[in-house]
C-alpha cells in the first residue's frame, strides 16, 4: 500500500488550525479536514464554517504572565509564533486583565491565514471513522464535538469507556438593549482601564427573587444515556450552581467584591457582568452565565437581572455534550496513540480545558508530527514551562482513574522549593503570589531554551 506522505488533521478549530500551522511552517504538506460548511453541516454549538470559531466565551482568560498560569501559557505561545495567540492579539476587545477577542474578527483572521498557506488544503468533508491506513500521519483534533460516526471509531480502537461530560454556553446581549441607568462601567478591583465590564447591581431581594426564578425554571432534559455525565466543574451552569446553595452565584460569577457602586458609594448584594464580546462593542457576553434553561424561560429570567429589562439577545445560552479520550492510558509523552501510533490527538478530545490549552496542544502535535515526518527528532518543553506541565498532566503524571478536563494551572508544574533563605540567613516559606510568581518566572526562563532547541533542530533539517 503507497503511503501518503501529507499530514492529515481532522477537525479545523483552534487545536486543529494551530496544529496545521505549525507543521506547514515546519515545511509539511498539510490537508485540514474541516466538516462544517454554512448550511451544509454544522454542529450542535456552532454557528459558522470558519476555522477556530470560539462557541462558548469570547475570553482567552488572564493575560497575566508574572502571577497566572494562563498568562505563562500565553506568553509561551507568543515566543512560539502561534498563529491562534497573534490572530487573538490582532481581534483583542478590552476587558481588564484578561485576554478577550472580537470573536468574529478572529475566526476570520485564521481561517484566512490558513487558505492561504502555500502548504495547506483545507477538505470540506467529514471524516466519519478511523483515518485510512494510507495516511501516514495524522493528527485527531475534532474537540469535544467529535461526530458520531469518528466517536464510534474512536470507542472502538481505544478499548476504554469513553468518557464525557456537559459543557454550557453562556448567552450574548446586544449593548444597545442594556438599560445604562441601572448599569455602571467598572472592572473588578479597576484592573484594565477599570472600565471593561458593565455591571448590574442586585439587592437582596432581587437576588432572591432571581434564584427562586432560576431554580424553578423550564431547563433542558437530558436523554437517559446521558443522565450520569459530569459537568465540567469550571463550567457549570448558574441552574447547577443554584442548587448547591444560593449563595452559590454570590462567591462565583455574581460576587460583588471589587466593584462600588457609583450611585450608592457602596457594594451591591449581587452583581451581574458583562463583556464586551467583538471590536465595536455592540454585543456582551453575560460572564460566567453558562445555563441550561430552555430558551423561553432564559429570556424571561435572564430580564430579570436589573439593566437587562429590556435585553435583546444576540444568542441565547445552551448545552452541549462533550467527549473526551483517556489520555494517561491512550498517549505516550509525544501525543502518538499507543495503538497506532501513526495517530496523534490534539486539543479538547485529550482532556485539555480551554482556547489557549487546546491550541497549545494543538501546537505541540503539529510540530512533532512535523519532525517525524522530516526524521528528525522535537524536543519537548520542559516540565517547568506552562507548555509542558499540561503536556506531562495529559501523558505521564495524571490519575487515570479519575482523569477529567484540566485548564493549566500552577497545580501541574513540579512544585518549586518550599523555602528561601532571607538576608538575615533565615527560612522563609514561599507562598501564595510569592510562590505563583516563582513558578511563572521558571517557566518563562525555561521556555525560551525549548523555543532556540525547536528552531535549531528545524534550521539543521532545513539545511540537510
Known amino acids: 500500500m503507497k503511503k501518503d506522505n501529507t499530514l492529515h488533521i ?16 515546519a515545511g509539511q504538506r498539510v490537508v485540514l479536514h474541516e466538516m462544517r460548511q454554512e448550511g451544509i453541516r454544522a454542529t450542535e454549538a456552532h454557528q459558522t464554517d470558519h476555522l477556530a470559531e470560539l462557541v462558548c466565551s469570547n475570553s482567552f482568560r488572564s493575560d497575566d504572565a508574572e502571577s497566572n498560569a494562563v498568562g505563562v501559557i500565553h506568553a509561551e505561545l507568543r515566543v512560539s509564533q502561534s498563529l491562534i495567540m497573534a490572530k487573538g ?6 476587558a481588564g486583565g484578561a485576554l478577550a477577542v472580537d470573536r468574529h474578527g478572529f475566526s476570520q483572521a485564521v481561517t484566512e491565514a490558513i487558505a492561504e498557506h502555500p502548504l495547506i488544503e483545507v477538505d470540506r468533508s467529514e471524516i466519519d471513522g478511523w483515518p485510512p491506513e494510507e495516511w501516514s500521519r495524522v493528527i485527531i483534533a475534532t474537540g469535544p464535538l467529535t461526530s458520531d460516526g469518528l466517536s464510534q471509531a474512536i470507542l ?56 427562586d426564578a432560576l431554580l424553578e425554571s423550564d431547563k433542558t ?9 459530569p459537568y465540567f466543574e469550571a463550567c457549570l451552569p448558574i441552574e447547577v450552581m443554584a442548587e448547591r446553595g444560593r449563595e452559590t452565584l454570590r462567591f462565583g460569577p455574581m460576587k460583588p467584591v471589587g466593584l462600588t457602586d457609583p450611585r450608592t458609594g457602596k457594594a451591591a448584594h449581587a452583581v451581574v457582568q458583562l463583556r464586551q464580546d467583538n471590536k465595536l462593542g455592540t454585543l456582551r457576553n453575560i460572564v460566567g ?6 430558551y423561553g424561560a432564559q429570556a424571561e429570567v435572564l430580564r430579570m437581572i436589573p439593566g437587562l429589562e429590556k435585553a435583546e439577545f444576540a444568542r441565547l445560552g445552551g448545552i452541549h455534550r462533550n467527549s473526551f479520550i483517556r489520555s494517561p492510558i491512550l498517549l505516550d509523552e509525544q501525543l502518538r ?26 501546537m505541540l502535535a503539529g510540530r512533532l508530527a512535523a519532525a517525524e515526518m522530516a526524521g528528525r527528532t522535537s524536543p519537548l518543553p520542559s516540565p517547568e514551562t506552562a507548555m509542558g506541565s499540561l503536556l506531562g498532566h495529559l ?23 518550599p523555602f528561601e533563605i532571607t538576608a538575615n540567613g533565615k ?38
Open 89 to 94: 492579539d490582532a481581534h483583542a476587545v478590552p
Open 289 to 294: 452565565f453558562q445555563t441550561k434553561m430552555r
Open 10 to 25: 481532522i477537525g479545523g478549530g483552534l487545536a486543529g488550525s494551530e496544529a496545521a500551522w505549525q507543521a506547514a511552517q
Open 337 to 362: 496513540f499507543k495503538p497506532d501510533p501513526r495517530v496523534r490527538f490534539a486539543g479538547q478530545i485529550t482532556g485539555v480545558e480551554g482556547y489557549i490549552e487546546s491550541a497549545a496542544i494543538g
Open 395 to 417: 501523558t505521564r503524571n495524571a490519575n487515570p482513574d479519575t482523569f477529567q478536563p484540566m485548564n493549566v494551572n500552577f497545580g501541574l508544574f513540579p512544585p518549586p522549593p
Open 427 to 464: 527560612k522563609r516559606k514561599i507562598k501564595g503570589r510569592d510562590r505563583k510568581m516563582l513558578l511563572a518566572a521558571g517557566a518563562l526562563q525555561a521556555y525560551p531554551i525549548y523555543e532556540k532547541l525547536y528552531q535549531e533542530s528545524l534550521e539543521t533539517t532545513q539545511a540537510a
Open 221 to 229: 432534559e437530558f436523554k437517559e444515556w446521558e443522565a450520569n455525565t
Open 156 to 211: 472502538k480502537h481505544t478499548g476504554e469507556e469513553h468518557l464525557a461530560f456537559f459543557d454550557a454556553i453562556a448567552p450574548i446581549v446586544h449593548t444597545d438593549s442594556i438599560n445604562m441607568d441601572i448599569v455602571w462601567a467598572q472592572s473588578r478591583y479597576d484592573k484594565g482601564d477599570a472600565a471593561d465590564y458593565l455591571n448590574c447591581p442586585m439587592t437582596e431581594a432581587q437576588y432572591e427573587a432571581f434564584i
